[in-house]
């Protein structure tokens, strides 16, 4: 049974960071691109930054680029999103997502359970 577990949200007043874990269980973690989503009220669920299964290559939202992160631990089968000089807008629910494409027709794609990141003014 795939798990995907968040941690690490919270309240932090603007211009404060947090940093965002993702714990993987259940699927073979370094052949996974994983992907941190957000959706706030309202909204529709946004791609926030993506890093490949070997840790290469990392894809950013335009509006984080400069200020998030994204790393992976294949070892400890974790992924992280180090926030910094966090804004009100960035107040959203924050998913984890692995995904894994072997073949054109074939995909696994997993979901966490979100974890709340609220950002004050």
């Known amino acids: 049974q795939v798990q995907l577990v968040e941690s690490g949200g919270g309240l932090v007043q603007a211009g404060g960071s947090l940093r965002l874990s993702c714990a993987a269980s259940g699927l073979t973690f370094s052949r996974y691109a994983m992907s941190w989503y957000r959706q706030a009220p309202g909204k529709e669920r946004e791609l926030v930054a993506r890093?490949?299964?070997?840790?290469?290559?990392?894809n950013y939202a335009d509006s984080v680029q400069g200020r998030f992160t994204i790393a992976r631990d294949n070892a400890k089968t974790t992924v992280y999103l180090q926030m910094n000089s966090l804004k009100p807008e960035d107040t959203a629910v924050y998913y984890c997502?692995?995904?894994?494409?072997?073949?054109?027709?074939?995909?696994?794609?997993?979901w966490g359970q979100g974890t709340q990141v609220t950002v004050s003014s």
């Open positions: 890093i490949g299964s070997a840790g290469g290559n990392t």
């Open positions: 997502n692995a995904k894994w494409t072997p073949l054109r027709d074939l995909v696994y794609d997993y």
